[in-house]
């Protein structure tokens, strides 16, 4: 079972909210982690969005709109972006990432689709 | 306004050595801020961080491909490199260099170079 599982796809309405998941493996912590986000459109590197371990210790990118929020779910193990106010620009892939056993994890990421 | 790229070879044979270097511009590569890494691609397919290297030398590799990853600094070039040897063809990838913050976020990232490992 990987370490970090996203939903391989998502579709939204523009002017939606679109919820991403990034559910840890059974056995570890969400609560001991800081969760990344990046967005990847094609052609194109990844895009740092934002990083998310409590309310009271979160960092957006520079230049993310407050439009992307980062949470944690207890209760599903999960880390999650939320995305309000969907435009078609954010169509796109979005993949979370941790620190875990000495390396830095991707989750498969999840493709956004807004139509 | 920091700027990476990557360079080296397109194609690599089988068997042998890949070998990649990125080249940092409007910022120097020994800040002690940061932490310097690379992180591939394959087609189609998601991210994966191979490795990650300070500007003292010090470096961290993916376990998964410890044994055959070496990351280099010349901070007289402002310059870090990628060595993965014994390449097959599930080491066809989008290489990406990128540039970590202390807190663990990658914000500045190359455009990537495409490596095709072919005979």
């Known amino acids: 079972q990987p370490v970090l599982t996203q939903p391989t796809s998502l579709s939204a309405s523009p002017g939606a909210s679109a919820r991403l998941t990034c559910t840890l493996r059974s056995g570890i912590n969400l609560g001991s982690y800081r969760i990344f986000w990046y967005q990847q459109k094609p052609e194109s590197p990844p895009r740092y969005l934002l990083s998310?371990?409590?309310?009271?210790?979160?960092?957006?990118g520079s230049g993310v709109p407050s439009r992307f929020s980062g949470s944690k779910d207890a209760s599903s193990n999960a880390g999650i972006l939320v995305i309000s106010g969907l435009q078609s620009e954010d169509e796109a892939d979005y993949y979370c990432?941790?620190?875990?056993?000495?390396?830095?994890?991707f989750g498969g990421g999840t493709k956004l689709t807004v139509l | 306004q920091l700027q990476l790229q990557e360079s080296g070879p397109g194609l690599v044979k089988p068997s042998e050595t890949l070998s990649l270097t990125c080249t940092v511009s409007g910022g120097s590569i020994s800040s002690s801020s940061y932490y310097w890494g690379w992180i591939r691609q394959p087609p189609g397919k998601g991210l994966e961080w191979i490795g990650s290297i300070y500007y003292s030398g010090s470096t961290y590799y993916n376990p998964s491909l410890k044994s055959r990853v070496t990351i280099s600094v010349d901070t007289s070039k402002n310059q870090f490199s990628l060595k993965l040897s014994s390449v097959t063809a599930a080491d066809t990838a989008v290489y990406y260099c990128?540039?970590?913050?202390?807190?663990?976020?990658?914000?500045?990232w190359g455009q990537g170079t495409l490596v095709t490992v072919s005979s």
């Open positions: 990128a540039r970590r913050r202390g807190d663990g976020d990658w914000p500045d």
């Open positions: 990432m941790i620190w875990h056993s000495s390396a830095w994890v």
């Open positions: 998310y371990y409590s309310d009271s210790s979160k960092h957006q």
